[in-house]
């Protein structure tokens, strides 16, 4: 079943849209869609207004800077970032990923020093998980931490890591124990790891990606005990929890809208709309976003009411990022790049940013490979990922 949107999150939504669309962000968006910069510009406003409205994270406690607000509401700002066309890399690694697994597992001091400036929009995180010849088997992590005196010492090497250059902290998963004991997975931690620290190396990786992608060498980087989030050998738990609700696929369901939305408007400012409605298949295309939209938030429900299912998370987010994928190649393929530029009856503002992104986007929060295996496994164990749909 649907969930039925609560007044807290109709007017949630309605507050967004509103900022959103003020003369401030659309001015700090044209910047940013203008690729006149080496990298995409980071909305830096754009956050930092949010955060002074607690909307950055409004399902945090009042006392971290959010609004006490459920998972739904979360869900609502990873929705509504993409349709206004913001890009959101920051916030789902630095809310979604790091800020959330803060918040479950984190002390009090850990939580008092991160949390508020992560939901004013000031603190940034960058998630460092993936290895290099390792790609999404996360299992097979060599980045070790190795217990000391008077904390651990990190020594590793993580990848393709978004927006690190703007970061001041990463989430760093790393072996603690033996490594001969149980799993692949049972002596996993996840640390804090500041990225001004001795140690830390930061290298850029060319890529067609708008937003740049990094390596990050770690050589005996010292961390006193309290870097370690929850118990040692916790963090593949919490790992894969901190994914249950980027694996939803609501942003990327917001990005194949917003996409669709303006090469439609710019097909009919080319009066090509018809056309390529029938060559296209445009109102079938339309359909399945949004249903697509609907699976994304059935998986949302479940995280909300706080029984995630691994399962449907997968399968929405593989459909939803396929699908936005599908429609920024579409875009580009019937506009072109003339479409880009302001001057043309069809400006699609963030099209060259979306047929750049669009690669990526069936690689961030685990590869459809991966997803579509994780949903046959719970299939052939006898489970349903879609059986209260």
């Known amino acids: 079943m649907w969930y039925p949107a609560s007044t807290d999150e109709s007017d949630l939504r309605t507050a967004l849209r509103e900022l959103l669309t003020r003369p401030f962000a659309r001015d700090e968006l044209v910047r940013v869609w203008a690729g006149d910069e080496e990298e995409c510009p980071h909305p830096a406003r754009i956050y930092q207004e949010l955060g002074a409205r607690r909307l950055l994270a409004p399902h945090w406690p009042i006392r971290y800077g959010g609004l006490g607000r459920s998972e739904y509401t979360s869900a609502v700002v990873a929705e509504e970032l993409p349709l206004h066309g913001i890009p959101d890399s920051v916030r789902v690694n630095t809310v979604d990923n790091a800020g959330n697994v803060i918040l479950r597992a984190g002390t009090e001091k850990q939580c008092a020093e991160y949390l508020p400036g992560i939901a004013k929009g000031e603190t940034i995180f960058s998630v460092l998980y993936t290895e290099p010849d390792v790609g999404s088997d996360l299992g097979a992590m060599s980045t070790r931490a190795d217990a000391t005196p008077t904390g651990w ?25 033996n490594g001969g004991r149980r799993s692949t997975f049972a002596e996993v931690g996840l640390f804090i790891v500041p990225l001004e620290a001795p140690g830390v190396h930061i290298e850029r990786i060319d890529s067609i990606n708008h ?137 699609f503002p963030d099209l060259a940013h979306a047929v750049r992104e669009a690669p990526g986007l069936t690689l961030a929060a685990g590869t459809s490979e991966i997803l579509k295996a994780t949903v046959a496994t719970d299939l052939l164990d006898g489970g349903d990922p879609w059986k209260d749909v």
């Open 153 to 177: 010492l990190v020594n590793g090497t993580k990848v393709w890591n978004a927006r690190t250059s703007l970061a001041q902290y990463g989430t760093v998963a790393a072996r603690t124990g």
């Open 211 to 347: 937003e740049h992608l990094f390596r990050v060498r770690l050589e005996d980087v010292a961390l006193p005990c309290e870097a370690l989030l929850g118990r040692p050998g916790q963090g593949w738990s919490l790992l894969t929890e901190a994914l249950g609700l980027e694996r939803a696929g609501v942003n990327f369901a917001g990005k194949a809208r917003r996409w669709f939305d303006q090469l439609a408007t710019a097909l009919r400012a080319r009066g090509q709309l018809a056309d390529a409605g029938r060559r296209h298949n445009l109102r079938r295309l339309d359909t399945e976003i949004r249903s697509a939209r609907l699976l994304s938030w059935y998986a949302v429900r479940d995280v909300a009411l706080g029984r995630p299912n691994p399962a449907s998370s997968a399968g929405a987010k593989w459909w939803t990022s396929e699908l936005a994928q599908r429609v920024a190649l579409l875009a580009w393929q019937l506009l072109g790049p003339a479409a880009t530029r302001p001057h043309d009856d069809a400006y």
